[in-house]
């Protein structure tokens, strides 16, 4: 799968709910995660947690709109009972939020494994499907 095949684009609009905290380093870069609250256009919203380089720390202030572009991360911590698939958004880069709305993912790459489509005990359907997206590793990546 080439590059051009393979794409991993966050954007998103929100307003920011916690400082960020020391996550963790790596390479001589340290990490941050902070909590973001995104609307959706339901009305509702999610609370997400959003990893930065702590380069970016200074522009993350509690209480203000922020916009930020990057990738949807993913890994299954084994630690505990069982696997647990853990999400987070990786913020690649950030500006103020100036009021937009936003909230998109645009993931292409290869399925690797059937599609199950299934119902909530609502009725609402849903498809679940494991994707394979490639990245760079490293810096930069």
């Not at 973001?36 to 947690?49: N, T, Y």
């Not at 489509?117 to 498809?127: A, D, E």
């Amino acid at each position: 799968m080439t590059n051009e095949q393979s794409r991993n684009e966050v954007e998103l609009c929100g307003t920011v709910l916690s400082a960020p905290t020391f996550s963790h380093e790596n390479h001589g870069t340290r990490f941050s995660l902070f909590s973001l609250r995104v609307p959706r256009l339901s009305g509702q919203a999610d609370i997400l947690q959003i990893l930065a380089p702590s380069a970016l720390d200074a522009q993350i202030v509690p209480g203000s709109e922020l916009l930020l572009h990057g990738q949807l991360r993913s890994f299954n911590n084994k630690s505990g009972q069982g696997n647990r698939l853990v999400l987070t958004v990786y913020a690649m880069t950030v500006e103020p939020g100036g009021g937009q709305s936003v909230n998109s993912i645009l993931l292409s790459g290869v399925l690797c494994k059937p599609p199950v489509l299934r119902r909530t005990p609502l009725g609402r359907s849903i498809c679940d499907l494991m994707l394979a997206v490639s990245r760079r590793y490293g810096r930069g990546g």
